[in-house]
């Protein structure tokens, strides 16, 4: 996956493997997002994943603290919305990280 993908860019059926931005939420669906830019699609994380340091994520965590970058691996497996889904096969080296994007917007 490049650093900056579209949501359109994905295909169902699709394999994909890169790393990506993995947003913890807010008691939703996980989501990726590309590591340089905005635009992220649901994911499906495999069994097991472990956040370090995630307590669980209320209203009052503020956003730039549930993102994790990570390599991965996975599969589109559907749309929804407009948005394509995906499967996380593999999710590794995960590390605490704030985007550029999401830092830019903070005050």
């Known amino acids: 996956m490049s650093p900056c993908w579209r949501a359109a860019d994905l295909r ?28 992220g699609v649901t994911a499906d994380l495999p069994d097991g994943v472990v956040f370090p340091d995630y307590k669980g994520a209320d209203l009052s965590v503020p956003p730039e603290r549930l993102f994790y970058e990570a390599r991965v691996d996975g599969e589109v497996t559907g749309t929804s919305f407009g948005r394509p889904s995906v499967r996380l096969e593999h999710v590794g080296d995960l590390r605490h990280m704030v985007p550029g994007w999401l830092r830019r917007n903070i005050r």
Do not use: H, N
Request: with cysteine.
């Open 12 to 39: 169902q059926g699709e394999r994909f493997r890169g790393t990506v931005l993995i947003f913890a939420g807010y008691g939703q669906r996980p989501m990726i997002f590309p590591v340089t830019c905005d635009g």
